[in-house]
């Protein structure tokens, strides 16, 4: 009980000293609650607007960006290993959906059924690139390419209002900066940056995602913008270069591609055109694109790397074997 | 003791971030999770006050701006989270508050924070998202929130409590 008691008073001994220093200066009774510490509000506001300026007019060698690789580094490792912890619970729904052989059978399907249909979406566009082959001999090595296979362990809220990624494999793995990120269903995105053990990446979804792309029918270039929603009503907008050419329904649209492949190796499916809206007043044309890719369950993914690049992990080479 | 309350608050950060970005997109609605760092935040403004809520908000804002998959400009977040723990530290009365007064904080906060986040962000131009949308994921960010407060408040502002024996309100 004294003990207390006196725990007490040592708790109000701060207080005591606060109403002696009032009487010194003279003020009357000033609540202290009413103005608690503006000062210090003030110098944190002050220095997340630092912090934003820095990050906003420095682009991309602001001195942030080692700060967030730095943390990077840091928080990296621990999302890989929740995310490799939790990954036999995220699976648990899925026991009392079917039996575990049925299950096998569902992913093996899955897999032909996805194969089969990124030969069937880009059919056309492999014709028409044949077609065009005579001037094209150069690019032939861009048709093989290795990929490095990844997990996605973390993903952004979307409260951040961006929509990017985590994967489990970064510069060991012999990933860089403006890779193309695929998985067997078409194109996932780009590496922004990497650490030594994870990369984040840009899903095309992101309304900051710009990739060039091609109507596979008629070999019409564009540009597809995100619209930042990766649920089941993600979408991209295709906005053609000629505006006199109109995309028709279900046309597929595949990458066009960049110089080295950096950042996107071209011919890789994006989605298909739902819809076709034209501006009169614009003369524009613009289709709406549903990815192949479901962004919601995003989870094993392969990073496109030049062929031969050291790694960490098996790489999946252009003719199919592991190495 | 403060050496401590600080390494065990930064603790609880990280593990809200984590968690955040890597359980909880198992769950989420078009991609909305629950913030668990502003959770962490407001059980601090409730517990201790704005002094120590806003420093706390700070540091969990330029985490969520720097850990990966984070994209944004840097320091928005952290803007975000400075107003929420002062205001949430503001509404602190001297008395425990009551479990409806910790929910409607909870949700006070969550809408300004979330809310704070995408104004600078219209500001700086960083998504080219319309108004619209931006009040939809605020929105179901609110609910998402409100719903986890039980199960997070509780626990957060009793390890917070237990760190502040002399603490006499």
Known sequence: MGLDKLGHRTARLGRFRGRRERRWSGAGRLDERSRPSRSLLVALVLASLTLITLDYHGGDDSPVESARRGVGEVFGPVETGTATAIRPFTAVPDWFRSRGDLNDDVARLEAENSRLRSQAATADYDRNRLQEYDGLTAAADDLGYALVPARVVALGPAQSFSDAVTIDAGSRAGIRPDMTVINNDGLVGRVLRVTSTTATVLLVVDTDSVVGGRVGESMEVGFLHGRGVVGDAGRLDLELVDESEVPAKHDTVVTWGSEDGAPYVAGVPVGRVTSVYSSVRESTQRAVIDPYVDFGSLDLVGVVVPSGTHSDRAVIEADGSMR | ?169
């Not at chain 2, 929420?84 to 007064?101: F, H």
């Not at chain 2, 969550?110 to 704070?116: K, M, N, P, R, Y």
């Not at chain 2, 199960?151 to 603490?167: K, N, S, T, Y």
């Open chain 2, 1 to 169: 003791m403060s050496l401590m309350r600080g390494v065990v608050a930064a603790l609880a950060v990280s593990l809200a971030l984590v968690l955040q970005v890597t359980v909880f997109p198992h769950l989420a609605w078009q991609g909305i999770v629950p913030n668990l760092c502003l959770l962490v935040v407001v059980g601090a403004a409730l517990t201790r006050g704005p002094q120590f809520a806003a420093v706390l908000g700070f540091l969990a804002g330029v985490a969520l701006d720097l850990a990966p998959p984070a994209d944004h400009v840097a320091g928005r977040w952290a803007l975000a989270l400075v107003v929420v723990g002062y205001l949430a530290g503001r509404v602190r009365q001297d008395v425990r508050p009551t479990a409806m007064a910790v929910v409607a904080t909870v949700a006070a906060s969550s809408f300004v924070g979330t809310s704070v986040f995408a104004i600078s962000g219209l500001v700086l131009r960083d998504p080219a998202l319309g108004v619209p949308d931006l009040l939809r994921v605020i929105l179901v960010a609110v609910v998402w929130d409100v719903l986890l407060t039980p199960f997070v408040l509780p626990l957060v502002m009793r390890m917070f409590q237990a760190l502040e024996p002399a603490r006499t309100a």
